[in-house]
Each structure stands twice: as C-alpha cells, then as structure tokens.
C-alpha cells in the first residue's frame, strides 16, 4: 500500500475521478495517441479544472511526469491502475437476466476497459443453459464462496428489482466486496463490509428536469 494512501485516506469524489482518468487514458491509448499529456489535456477532456487534477493526482506515491514536461500516457494509467488495486484484466461477475446483461455488454465492451466477465447468474428460469461470452449462465442460488477462488470480488447487478435484494445478500455471503446496482432501486440494505454503489437513472433524470428548468448551472 502506498504510504501517501495510509496517511491520507482517498476520499470517495477523487476516487471517482481517478477511475475517470484511468478511462480516458485507456481510451487515448486505445486511439494511438503518443507523447506526454498534461493535467490540463485531462481536464479540459472531462470538463474539469486543471487544480483538482494535480491534486487528485497528488494522491498517488508518485507520477510519471515532469513538470512542464506532463505524464507518459502509459506509465500514469499503469500508476493510477495499481493505485486503484486493478489487475491487469479485472474478472467481474454478471446478475441478471441473459437478455438484459446481453444488451448491457453490447455496448459495454468490458474487455475494453481492462474487465474480464467471469461470471453470470440470472433470476430467469429459462436462461438455465444459456451461454455468455463462452460461459454457462447460472441460477442467482448458484452464487457461492467458488467466487473467491475465481479471484472475483466485484459483481455488477442488473436483475428486476424485485431480486435485488436478494442477489446482493448472496453475492456478500459470497465473499464479494464490491457490487455496481445497475437496477433502479432506490432502497437498499447494504451487508457489512460491502461497497455498493447505485446508479439510480429515475433520481438522475429528476435532478435533470430541476437544472434545465431552473437554469442551475454549477
């Protein structure tokens, strides 16, 4: 663990905005892009300022740049990546039905973004046999401790919201640390020790209606 990490815990917005960088970086890497880069090229690309960048990047041990210079676009993705504890292909598991978590990774190219789909479980009867991407799904009550022993501690959920609940239950008991709620639930009870975070696209909307008709623009 680096050192400036334990003295300084990592607050959850810079978090978020280093997993951002690390996107983007990947995607500049993917498009061929060579050279050094600077913080203010990473945040004019995400409509940030360039101060919260440098501070955000200041919360690694150290960067691959020099000031004036900028950052090797590899070597700081490489340092954000182990800053954010990612292997190299990061395995997630899948829970959903086969038709919905088919469509999410029609335009979510997991691969892509350094993830691996190494797991599916649905709450659909009929998706019993069912094969994703080389692997059988399986029913949600198949989500055991076996997990652990894949190396997988993050799952992403995207069943109907009647089994979100549930699914997330499981997936703790499991042993997973880390679940994505794709599902539009806005009440859950997260197990101990357990991340969750929710992407609740109603609430987001809402919020929406206020900033266009409001003209609230910070």
Not at 5 to 34: I, N, S
Not at 165 to 188: E, F, Y
Request: aromatic share 8%.
């Amino acid at each position: 663990m680096h050192k400036l990490q334990e003295l300084r815990p990592t607050p959850p917005a810079v978090l978020h905005r280093l997993a951002l960088y690390h996107c983007l970086l990947t995607d500049w890497l993917l498009a061929g892009k060579k050279g050094a880069i600077t913080s203010k090229e990473i945040a004019n690309a995400l409509g940030l300022n360039e101060v919260t960048v440098r501070n955000d990047l200041s919360f690694l041990n150290e960067t691959p740049g020099k000031r004036g210079v900028g950052y090797g676009i590899d070597g700081l993705r490489q340092m954000i990546g182990e800053f954010l504890s990612l292997p190299s292909l990061a395995p997630i598991a899948f829970v959903g039905s086969a038709t919905v978590i088919n469509s999410l990774l029609s335009f979510f190219l997991v691969e892509k973004f350094g993830f691996l789909s190494a797991a599916f479980f649905s709450e659909d009867p009929n998706d019993r046999g069912v094969v994703i991407n080389g692997r059988e799904v399986q029913p949600i009550e198949a989500i055991s401790s076996e997990l652990g022993s894949m190396g997988i501690k993050v799952a992403v959920v995207v069943t109907h919201p009647s089994w979100v609940q549930h699914s997330i239950n499981l997936l703790a008991s499991a042993g997973i640390k880390g679940i994505l709620v794709l599902t539009p639930s806005v009440v859950i009870d997260i197990p101990e020790g357990v991340y969750v975070t929710q992407i609740r696209i109603p609430c987001d909307l809402k919020s929406l209606f206020h900033r266009v008709n409001g003209n609230v623009f910070n």
